[in-house]
């Protein structure tokens, strides 16, 4: 057990009326819990910053318990095991999974993402939130099982510069897709998503002439589109989807996560004209089969196939600030917070 008493806390101050803001969360420092029966204590290495957080903070907390006033903030974390009553993890073992803005957290392996011990590996560990976590992972089975990309297909992702979006455009190229096309957000958003990220081409949503563009480089119309950004570009993308193209319905950027009911398309009559398939994904219903993605994306990295992209911030006291930016602005790739090195 370690002989640090002193747990520095981000916790929710206020439940946030519109964009999440950094008054909305109040520091604090509390003591360092005790694992109880089947627990495991962790000291928290890094945070990920993904755009649900904001869902988590809302009444209703979307697919999971909204986050209580008073608690530490949630995150998807990397820690490292400091004390454990659950034979599956001992002291010293670097694990993923969730946690919270605190220094030290008590974690189960239960849950909707069960704590996963990392093995050691050749990569960075921080990737273990990135390529290998959520944004990665989304993307592999988002492709692949989601949308069923395949050879000859034209595939258009939104979000591109983002944690999920940066990997998908990989994975529909090795799934044999015929032309892959990011939409971003400027043009050096733009130059990215092409020179870095490997797709094709790439869209400036803030340009108007958005459809024009789409349809310029989908002659054809586009089979699959995964969307993570919801709707007015949702709406433009089901006007220029193909007959029997699909869908893919991974987030709604667009909307700010601030309320879990949202409007819908209004060309939807589209999926019936041209017989779309419009499917959902949520990472933990592939709960099993994390590892079985991990390995093939592990595999692509290795080749040189899959750019590697993440943007890492120092120091606990950042927790709050770095929120926000997920909606108003930040770098290519996966946003990460550093806390702690490991022991
Ligand atoms: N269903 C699941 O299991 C699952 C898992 C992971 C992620 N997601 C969803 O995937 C989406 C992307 O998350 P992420 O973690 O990959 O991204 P991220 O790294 O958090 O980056 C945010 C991205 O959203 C874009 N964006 C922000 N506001 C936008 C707007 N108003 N219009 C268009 N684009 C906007 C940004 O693009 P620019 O910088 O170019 O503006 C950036 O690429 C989110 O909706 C998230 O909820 C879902």
Redesign the pocket.
Known sequence: MSDVTVNRQWVLARRPVGAVSVDDFRYQEGEVPEPGEGEVLVRTLYFG????QRIWLTDDGGYMRPVGIGEPMRTMGIGQVVASSDPGYRPGDLVEGFMSWQDYVVARSDGPMPLRVLPPADFPLSWNLGVFG??GL?AYFGVTDGLKVGPGDTVVV????????SVAGAVARAMGAKTVIG????PE?CRWVVEEAGYDAAID?RDDDFAERLRELCPDGVDAYFD??G?D?LDTLLLHMAPHGRVLI?????SG?TDVQLQGPTNYMKICTQQLTVR?????HYRDRLAEGARELGQWVREGRLHVAENIVEGFEHAPGLLPT??T??Q????LLKVADPA
Do not use: R
Request: proline share 2%.
């Open positions: 910053y993904d755009a649900s959520v944004g989304t939104s979000a591109a510069t983002g944690a999920t979006g939409i971003a957000g400027g958003k949503y993570n950004v709707g570009m991974c987030g709604a950027m667009s996560y959902g994904i949520l990472l933990f997920l909606f602005g930040k290519p790739g996966k946003l």
